[in-house]
Every structure is written in C-alpha cells, then in structure tokens.
C-alpha cells in the first residue's frame, strides 16, 4: 500500500494550493456547508413562517417553492444555477459561487419545513396567551413563539448541516475542487493509490459527520431535559 502518496498530497486534500492558488479541498467542502446552511436558515425561516400565514398571496408563493425545490435533485439545481446565471445575469458565476447558491437554495426548502413543523409543535396556547396579553400577531411570534420553536429546532438544523456537508461532493461535477476533486485530481496525478487516496477522504468526511451528528445527539438530549423540566 503506497500511503506516502497520501501523505505527500494530504495538504492539498486539506485545502488546495492554498495559498499560491485558491483554496479548495476539505477546507472548501466545509466553507460551502458553512455558508450553505447561514443564507438557506435565513430563506428557510422566511418560507417557514410564509407557509403558515393565512393569507393566501404569502402563503401560495412558500409552498410552490417549497414543493418544487423538494421535488428536483440537487444535482438538477447545481447545473441550473452553473449554466442558466450566464443567461440570466448576463455574465459566469464562478463554479464555487454557483454551487454555493445552489446549496442555499436547496437546503433552504428543506429549512422552512423544519420551521413549519416546529412552529406548529408547539401548543396553540402560546399564541392565544401571547395575544391575549396584548402582543400582536407579529409580536407574538417574534417574542414568544419562534424563540421557543427555534431552540426545539436545533437537532434538525444539525442534522440538515450534516446532509449538507456531504452533498457539498456534487459540486465536483462544475469543476469546484472541493474535497472529491481534489481527490480525483491527486489520484490523476498519481495513478498508484486510488485505494488509498479514496479511503483517505471517506474518513476525512466520516469524522466530519460524526462529529456533527454527536454533536446534534447531545443536544437533542439537552432539549429532552430542558422539556422535561418545563
């Protein structure tokens, strides 16, 4: 087993030819996440709380968004942003600005569910109690609800990053050098170790998620406590 071709290439697997060239490798993979799952919460928070007005001009343009991203690979939405920005926009968006977009797109769909059914979680009296002491129905829920439905949301925000992070590999197919194409790119250098070289970065995202997901693991129990002492 030739694991000094891992060894000699491990820095570009970490992060490119940062910094005589631009970053790539694993440290990309997790700014894409990183980035990904920031703009797609704040999308997501909007579709979320859009989908559960009563008003039918908010609440219609949430759901066809909702339903339509939840129903296209991801895959489909990355060339979508890659090939149809030029003509949209009228110049190229870079491989790594249109797949970033792309991600926050996505997960951002995925988000506004998770909001939805948070909010919806919790007892209806919250809202009742909050209006009847005199709050609005935005007040309400800026004060009162969505405070208590974002903490119950952790875990699946956790979760969401997690399914992110190794979704972040797709991008390898426009060209962004995350951390597969960096791989591809070492082993078409090398042609000696592809064993090697792709067990090298299945770790590399199996610690990644692990990490995240016991991370998510102990704070749903920490919500578990919290709810058990309220």
């Known amino acids: 087993m ?8 491990f820095p570009y697997l970490l992060w ?3 910094p005589e060239g631009p970053l ?3 440290a990309l993979s997790v700014l894409l996440s990183i980035g990904g799952i920031f703009g797609a919460f704040w999308i997501g928070l909007a579709a979320g709380l859009m989908r559960l007005s009563k008003r039918w001009y ?9 339903e339509i991203i939840r129903g296209v690979p991801l895959l489909m939405l990355i060339f979508w942003f890659y090939f149809l920005a030029p003509i949209l926009l009228g110049k190229t968006l870079p491989e790594a600005e249109s797949a970033l977009v792309a991600f926050i797109v996505f997960t951002g769909a995925y988000i506004g569910e998770i909001v939805r059914a948070g909010v919806i979680a919790l007892p209806k009296g919250q809202m009742e109690a909050s209006r009847a002491s005199g709050l609005s129905h935005l007040q309400a829920m800026r004060y009162v609800i969505l405070p208590q439905a974002l903490r119950n ?4 925000f956790v979760n969401q990053f997690v399914s992110l992070t190794k979704d972040t590999s797709l991008a390898y ?4 050098v995350e951390l597969t194409r960096a791989a591809v790119q070492v082993n078409n250098r090398t ?3 592809p064993m090697e070289i792709y067990l090298t970065i299945l770790v590399m995202y199996f610690v990644i998620c692990y990490v995240l ?18």
Do not use: C, F, H
């Open 153 to 156: 949301m952790i875990p699946s």
């Open 191 to 193: 042609l000696s170790a």
């Open 173 to 176: 197919v426009i060209g962004v």
């Open 2 to 9: 030739q694991w000094d071709i891992v060894i000699d290439n």
């Open 24 to 26: 790539g490798g694993l």
């Open 58 to 66: 908010i609440k219609i343009p949430s759901v066809i968004y909702i």
């Open 16 to 18: 490119g030819a940062y």
């Open 213 to 230: 997901t016991a991370l998510s693991r102990k704070l749903e129990k920490k919500m578990a406590r919290y709810q058990a002492r309220g």
